[in-house]
């Protein structure tokens, strides 16, 4: 993945001299203090990051963090005091006025938390406008723009005026008068927060295949710690105008930079951010091929188990053989393929573990999980879904018990 | 003890003197002005006058019922007719096309000032206190340079009639366009409108139900001159007002003075007709 864009040491302060501030700053001095003493407002300080092309980076923080602030220098409606921005390499902090509105016009759209429609134009005059000032025939707008009204649903709607819709269909308007300027950039400022939570998760639901189809860059704020998990493939966080911490929203839940970070995090419903991957622990141990049924329930017995996962030499999932089994088995001389249950319950690796807890309380047998090409990646227990639930102060130690003391099953292998 | 000391500042005077400045090397340009505004006067007069007055009467009743209903439709026809009936078409004809020429001409003046108003703190800081003096100062006050420019009749009435009804357009456009909506304009800016654009598409649509507020205010102050602007000379309904005060012509001052109400409340109807109904397509998104 190429770096899209690249903030470098971004501080944003709106005031009559924000240069005489900077020094300040430097020093320690509070947001508060600086507004008391200069009448400058500290929107942004040092901002730092670099967001990958056809990403979604969310920026979270609650309201006073600088989050719109530094979006709004994406597309320069505000222009950063001091540091650089780099799209596609060139810094367009430097641009000048013909280059900023091509940049606007081609790379870069914007969808704001109220919307900013136009209410003189209807829904298809809204959708047109990008196009229209870049001074395309109108029969040329015409079928671009019905095509972005389709994606987004607004089919039939095209002549009423903003102001007869709904709040979530006029954001669908907003949606796609950004899409039809067919930008490599999306910004987002707080799109969905001014919606009723059902229609807010509707068209959180709706972004995410909008974005699995188009692939877009996009820069989506929000105050909303579950909205950031739930769609973000990255995340920053936003305190008083600095940048805490960027990483995924695992990487936010499990090494979280500071008490702030915990502290935001801790609202959130980890079964809908951890993914399967994130709770599996790895088989203990691996036998050799050919190994039969005889080594099947010595290794049983070994470790206590009643169970065992049977694979291939390529690591694929081909059963289960229980301890029952595995002695009928022996008996009437068959092979571990005659005698083993096929009908394994598993999981894919990105699975959100909200998803996988149902299959975990109806089966016997601990979960597996397995990737496209069916291989095990690893065991998910009762144990593992429960501890991965709570939060991560003392998780570690419950792992390792956990695995320790109640892992039942072993994986062995077969021809 | 308590008296004033004796120091006379003769703003009055210098006031004066820069009138007779004015009209000494600037006559050229008010004998220009003159020639065109008195024309376009008797062009619009003309015509009012050689439309028979069923047609009027119909376009009145037709604005009616289309900017309000009906029954405002049917009523302003009945005014219209009214009107005739007391013998005063022609004078309100005059009237009227006096009425028109000053908003038009208040319009091309007041909505780029207060456009520019809108764009400029600065200048929005100077012209207020000239927009306040414009409306506080007593309407005969100007009347006195504007007779040193021009000749007795319609067109130092109508002069005098701008000065008057200028202010509201002017600080209604401003308003209308410093009042819109920031993330609609962030908006028009984030997809690169220029300059132009922005105001084209965006700002003055936006801004236009305030913007008619003001046009419908400026309409009426025009219409209120009617009567100060006959002092200097102009004719039509307001002269004949002045006349019969001049006879105590109770019965010709009512008449004179009743077809002013009934036009300023046609023209006050029809207009904010046709802002509310700009309102309701277009009501605010936010």
Not at chain 1, 322 to 348: L, P
């Given at each position: 993945?190429?770096?899209?864009?690249?903030v470098?040491n971004v501080?944003?302060?709106f005031?009559p001299?924000?240069?005489?501030?900077?020094?300040?700053?430097?020093?320690g001095?509070?947001?508060?203090?600086i507004?008391?003493?200069?009448?400058?407002?500290v929107?942004v300080?040092n901002?730092?990051?670099?967001?990958?092309?056809?990403?979604t980076?969310?920026?979270m923080?609650?309201?006073?963090?600088?989050?719109?602030?530094?979006?709004?220098?994406?597309n320069?409606?505000?222009?950063?005091?001091?540091?650089?921005?780099y799209?596609?390499?060139e810094?367009?902090?430097?641009?000048?006025?013909?280059q900023?509105?091509?940049f606007?016009?081609?790379?870069i759209?914007?969808?704001?938390?109220?919307?900013?429609?136009?209410?003189?134009r209807?829904?298809?005059?809204?959708?047109?406008?990008g196009?229209?000032?870049r001074?395309?025939?109108?029969?040329?707008r015409r079928?671009?723009?019905?095509k972005?009204?389709?994606?987004v649903?607004?089919?039939?709607y095209?002549?009423?005026y903003?102001?007869?819709?709904?709040?979530?269909?006029?954001?669908?308007?907003?949606?796609?008068?950004a899409?039809?300027n067919?930008?490599?950039?999306?910004l987002?400022?707080?799109?969905?927060?001014?919606?009723?939570?059902?229609?807010?998760?509707?068209?959180?639901l709706?972004l995410?295949?909008?974005?699995?189809?188009?692939?877009?860059?996009?820069?989506?704020?929000t105050?909303d710690?579950?909205e950031a998990?739930?769609?973000?493939?990255?995340?920053a966080?936003m305190?008083?105008?600095?940048?805490?911490?960027?990483?995924?929203?695992?990487?936010?839940?499990?090494?979280p930079?500071n008490?702030?970070?915990?502290?935001?995090?801790?609202?959130?419903d980890?079964?809908?951010v951890?993914q399967?991957?994130?709770?599996?622990?790895k088989p203990?141990?691996?036998?050799?091929s050919?190994?039969?049924?005889?080594?099947?329930?010595?290794n049983m017995?070994?470790?206590?188990?009643?169970?065992?996962?049977?694979?291939?030499?390529?690591r694929?999932?081909?059963?289960?053989?229980?301890?029952d089994?595995a002695?009928?088995?022996?008996?009437?001389?068959?092979t571990i393929?005659e005698?083993?249950?096929?009908?394994?319950?598993t999981a894919?690796?990105e699975?959100?573990?909200?998803?996988i807890?149902p299959?975990?309380?109806?089966?016997?047998?601990?979960?597996?999980?397995?990737?496209?090409?069916?291989?095990?990646k690893?065991i998910?227990?009762?144990?593992?879904?429960?501890?991965?639930?709570?939060?991560?102060?003392?998780e570690d130690?419950?792992?390792e018990?956990a695995?320790?003391q109640s892992?039942p099953?072993?994986?062995?292998?077969?021809? | 003890?308590n008296?004033?000391?004796?120091?006379?500042?003769?703003i009055g005077?210098?006031v004066?003197?820069?009138?007779?400045?004015?009209?000494?090397?600037?006559?050229w340009?008010?004998?220009f002005?003159?020639?065109?505004a008195?024309?376009?006067?008797?062009?619009?007069?003309t015509?009012?006058?050689?439309?028979?007055?069923?047609?009027?009467?119909?376009?009145v009743?037709?604005l009616?019922?289309y900017?309000?209903?009906?029954?405002?439709?049917?009523?302003?026809?009945?005014?219209?007719?009214l009107?005739?009936?007391?013998?005063?078409?022609?004078?309100?004809m005059?009237?009227?096309?006096i009425?028109?020429?000053?908003?038009?001409?208040?319009l091309?003046?007041?909505?780029?000032?207060?456009?520019?108003m809108?764009?400029?703190?600065?200048?929005?800081?100077?012209?207020?206190?000239?927009?306040?003096?414009?409306q506080?100062?007593?309407?005969f006050v100007?009347?006195?340079?504007?007779?040193f420019?021009f000749?007795?009749?319609?067109?130092?009435a109508?002069i005098?009639t701008i000065?008057?009804?200028?202010?509201?357009?002017?600080?209604?456009?401003?308003?209308?366009i410093r009042?819109?909506?920031?993330?609609?304009?962030e908006?028009?800016?984030?997809?690169?409108?220029?300059r132009?654009?922005m105001?084209?598409?965006?700002?003055l649509?936006?801004?236009?139900?305030t913007?008619?507020a003001?046009?419908?205010?400026?309409?009426?102050?025009?219409?209120?001159?009617?009567?100060v602007?006959?002092?200097?000379?102009?004719?039509?309904?307001?002269?004949r007002v002045?006349y019969?005060?001049?006879?105590?012509?109770?019965?010709l001052?009512?008449?004179?003075?009743?077809?002013?109400?009934?036009?300023?409340i046609?023209?006050?109807?029809?207009t904010?007709?046709?802002?509310d109904?700009?309102q309701?397509?277009?009501?605010?998104?936010?």
């Amino acid at each position: 993945m190429t770096v899209k864009i690249k903030v470098e040491n971004v501080t944003k302060i709106f005031g009559p001299r924000p240069k005489r501030v900077i020094p300040l700053i430097e020093k320690g001095t509070s947001k508060r203090e600086i507004l008391d003493k200069t009448g400058h407002t500290v929107g942004v300080y040092n901002a730092n990051m670099e967001i990958m092309e056809g990403e979604t980076f969310v920026i979270m923080g609650l309201s006073g963090s600088g989050k719109s602030t530094l979006i709004r220098c994406f597309n320069l409606l505000n222009k950063p005091t001091s540091g650089a921005i780099y799209v596609d390499g060139e810094n367009i902090v430097k641009y000048n006025k013909e280059q900023l509105k091509f940049f606007r016009q081609k790379k870069i759209a914007m969808v704001f938390q109220h919307f900013g429609l136009f209410s003189h134009r209807t829904v298809m005059e809204n959708i047109e406008y990008g196009l229209e000032i870049r001074g395309l025939s109108k029969t040329e707008r015409r079928n671009i723009a019905q095509k972005h009204i389709e994606t987004v649903g607004l089919k039939g709607y095209e002549n009423q005026y903003p102001d007869e819709l709904s709040g979530g269909m006029r954001q669908r308007v907003g949606i796609a008068r950004a899409l039809t300027n067919d930008p490599d950039i999306l910004l987002m400022d707080e799109p969905f927060s001014a919606l009723d939570p059902l229609i807010r998760r509707e068209m959180q639901l709706e972004l995410l295949d909008i974005q699995t189809r188009l692939q877009k860059t996009i820069i989506f704020i929000t105050h909303d710690v579950n909205e950031a998990f739930r769609i973000g493939d990255r995340v920053a966080v936003m305190k008083d105008g600095n940048v805490e911490q960027v990483g995924t929203p695992e990487d936010l839940l499990e090494s979280p930079a500071n008490d702030y970070i915990v502290e935001f995090t801790r609202e959130i419903d980890r079964s809908k951010v951890l993914q399967a991957e994130n709770i599996m622990s790895k088989p203990l141990s691996v036998m050799n091929s050919k190994d039969g049924l005889h080594v099947a329930i010595k290794n049983m017995e070994e470790h206590g188990i009643s169970s065992v996962f049977v694979t291939n030499r390529q690591r694929q999932l081909l059963g289960l053989v229980t301890i029952d089994q595995a002695i009928d088995g022996v008996k009437n001389r068959k092979t571990i393929d005659e005698v083993m249950s096929t009908d394994v319950v598993t999981a894919h690796p990105e699975e959100y573990v909200q998803d996988i807890i149902p299959r975990v309380l109806d089966s016997k047998y601990p979960l597996v999980v397995v990737d496209e090409t069916n291989r095990i990646k690893g065991i998910i227990l009762r144990v593992h879904v429960l501890s991965s639930i709570i939060s991560n102060t003392s998780e570690d130690s419950n792992e390792e018990n956990a695995e320790e003391q109640s892992i039942p099953t072993e994986t062995v292998v077969s021809e | 003890m308590n008296e004033f000391p004796d120091v006379r500042i003769p703003i009055g005077d210098y006031v004066e003197k820069f009138i007779d400045f004015l009209a000494m090397n600037f006559g050229w340009l008010f004998d220009f002005i003159f020639v065109i505004a008195s024309t376009t006067i008797r062009t619009i007069e003309t015509t009012l006058l050689a439309t028979p007055w069923w047609v009027i009467m119909i376009i009145v009743f037709l604005l009616g019922w289309y900017f309000n209903n009906i029954f405002g439709g049917l009523l302003f026809a009945a005014f219209i007719f009214l009107i005739g009936s007391f013998d005063l078409w022609a004078d309100t004809m005059t009237t009227v096309a006096i009425i028109v020429i000053s908003v038009v001409l208040s319009l091309a003046i007041g909505i780029p000032v207060g456009i520019l108003m809108a764009f400029s703190r600065a200048f929005s800081v100077i012209m207020r206190p000239i927009l306040d003096a414009m409306q506080t100062m007593p309407t005969f006050v100007y009347l006195i340079p504007v007779i040193f420019f021009f000749p007795l009749g319609n067109v130092p009435a109508i002069i005098a009639t701008i000065i008057y009804a200028l202010p509201p357009v002017i600080r209604l456009t401003e308003l209308g366009i410093r009042n819109v909506d920031d993330e609609v304009i962030e908006s028009a800016e984030s997809f690169g409108s220029s300059r132009n654009q922005m105001l084209v598409k965006v700002q003055l649509p936006q801004a236009l139900p305030t913007m008619m507020a003001g046009i419908n205010q400026t309409t009426m102050m025009a219409l209120s001159m009617a009567v100060v602007g006959s002092m200097v000379g102009a004719h039509g309904l307001g002269e004949r007002v002045l006349y019969s005060i001049n006879q105590i012509n109770i019965s010709l001052g009512f008449e004179a003075g009743i077809s002013i109400v009934f036009l300023a409340i046609i023209i006050d109807r029809i207009t904010n007709g046709v802002a509310d109904r700009l309102q309701n397509t277009r009501r605010r998104s936010a």
